[in-house]
């Protein structure tokens, strides 16, 4: 099956998985999908995240939940897609948009890689905004 947004795909096992009080779950492996995830791991949204190999040269992004609560309530409470490939948004690093007025994060594309809003700002660099975790 071809998937013509591979992040919304990551975005939504992520938000379903979690709906579903899953421990782990797993996707198609790529390297944007990979720095999203450590992403995540860094802001502490997830445990971690492990790339396995498949049969005929395939590989797999295993993502780990986190949970508090002993496992009851989702640490991620909600997990949007902004730019999408029909709609493409970016912002320089003085428009780098505040989720939750600073309690959530967004994932920004740079060109010094996938960051979190916050690291945008040190570094003074602006990018593709692709999602917004809280």
């Not at 590989?59 to 409470?77: A, H, M, Q, R, W």
């Not at 912002?91 to 994060?105: F, R, T, W």
């Amino acid at each position: 099956m071809s998937v013509n947004d591979p992040v919304a795909d990551m975005l939504t096992r992520i938000r379903n998985a979690q709906r579903g009080r899953l421990a782990e779950t797993a996707m198609p492996f790529s390297k944007m999908k990979q720095a999203i995830a450590e992403t995540l791991q860094e802001a502490g949204y997830i445990e971690k995240s492990s790339v396995t190999e498949l049969e005929h040269n395939k590989k797999e992004l295993k993502v780990v939940l986190k949970y508090k609560d002993k496992g009851k309530t989702p640490v991620i409470e909600g997990i949007t897609r902004v730019s999408k490939p029909s709609c493409r948004i970016y912002c320089g690093s003085e428009e780098i948009p505040h989720v939750l007025g600073g309690l959530g994060i967004a994932i920004l594309s740079t060109s010094k890689g996938i960051m979190t809003d916050r690291n945008a700002r040190k570094q003074k660099v602006g990018g593709e905004v692709l999602c917004y975790v809280w």
